[in-house]
């Protein structure tokens, strides 16, 4: 049975051990999937109620995209599992003669590559699930605007934990191009996610307080 498949208990209770799996990354897409069932919460309350009948047809398209995050976060809690096995293998591999450190070195690159594309992914979903928020912050139902503060504060975690162990992954790969063009997208991706993130927390709180 897949992690994600499993009780909060269980999941819990292994991310508390000693076990490689699950980590922070599948962590941050469990967090992520979390955050996304807020949104789509509060937009099946919207659903169905007049005062939002003009919205009402984006809000389902809304929902849809929710679930279809939900669906692909909850995949990548296993998939960062996946492949987190091969590089645990490849660090403990022998480097007793110049044919063994360089088997260890090529395998290491190739296995630190495939781990950061994990990461990467969630970074992508993440700021895909937080542009949701910041639209459902707009257009949902005023009773449960909290919630989209709540859920866009796990997709905001969950794309600072992608970016955490993105950069982790890095840390063996000499590629240039493919480091630079990691960092970039990633960067990129921490800085646009971040800053809508903040803006539709902050306008959640504001209209809470009005």
């Given at each position: 049975m897949a992690m994600s498949e499993k009780s909060c208990d269980y999941f819990l209770d292994v991310l508390a051990s000693k076990a490689p799996t699950p980590g922070g990354?599948?962590?941050?897409?469990?967090?992520?999937?979390?955050?996304?069932?807020?949104?789509?919460?509060?937009?099946n309350l919207t659903i169905g109620k007049k005062k939002y009948a003009d919205v009402e047809d984006e809000v389902k398209a809304l929902v849809e995209q929710g679930s279809k995050l939900i669906t692909e976060l909850k995949a990548l809690v296993d998939k960062d599992a996946e492949v987190f096995e091969p590089l645990s293998k490849a660090y403990g591999l022998p480097k007793n003669t110049p044919e063994e450190a360089a088997y260890k070195e090529k395998t290491l690159?190739?296995?630190?590559k495939l781990a950061c594309s994990v990461p990467m992914e969630i970074m992508r979903k993440a700021?895909?699930?937080?542009?949701?928020?910041?639209?459902?912050?707009?257009?949902?139902?005023a009773i449960a605007i909290s919630d989209v503060g709540v859920g866009v504060a796990f997709l905001k975690s969950a794309l600072i934990g992608g970016y955490l162990n993105v950069l982790i992954?890095?840390?063996t790969i000499k590629d240039e191009k493919f480091v630079s063009d990691t960092f970039g997208e990633a960067n990129q991706l921490l800085e646009d996610g971040s800053k809508i993130a903040d803006e539709t927390l902050q306008k959640?709180?504001?209209k809470i307080k009005k």
């Amino acid at each position: 049975m897949a992690m994600s498949e499993k009780s909060c208990d269980y999941f819990l209770d292994v991310l508390a051990s000693k076990a490689p799996t699950p980590g922070g990354g599948g962590a941050a897409a469990m967090g992520g999937a979390i955050g996304m069932a807020l949104s789509n919460m509060v937009g099946n309350l919207t659903i169905g109620k007049k005062k939002y009948a003009d919205v009402e047809d984006e809000v389902k398209a809304l929902v849809e995209q929710g679930s279809k995050l939900i669906t692909e976060l909850k995949a990548l809690v296993d998939k960062d599992a996946e492949v987190f096995e091969p590089l645990s293998k490849a660090y403990g591999l022998p480097k007793n003669t110049p044919e063994e450190a360089a088997y260890k070195e090529k395998t290491l690159e190739e296995c630190s590559k495939l781990a950061c594309s994990v990461p990467m992914e969630i970074m992508r979903k993440a700021y895909e699930g937080i542009k949701v928020h910041e639209r459902m912050g707009q257009i949902g139902t005023a009773i449960a605007i909290s919630d989209v503060g709540v859920g866009v504060a796990f997709l905001k975690s969950a794309l600072i934990g992608g970016y955490l162990n993105v950069l982790i992954n890095v840390n063996t790969i000499k590629d240039e191009k493919f480091v630079s063009d990691t960092f970039g997208e990633a960067n990129q991706l921490l800085e646009d996610g971040s800053k809508i993130a903040d803006e539709t927390l902050q306008k959640v709180i504001d209209k809470i307080k009005k």
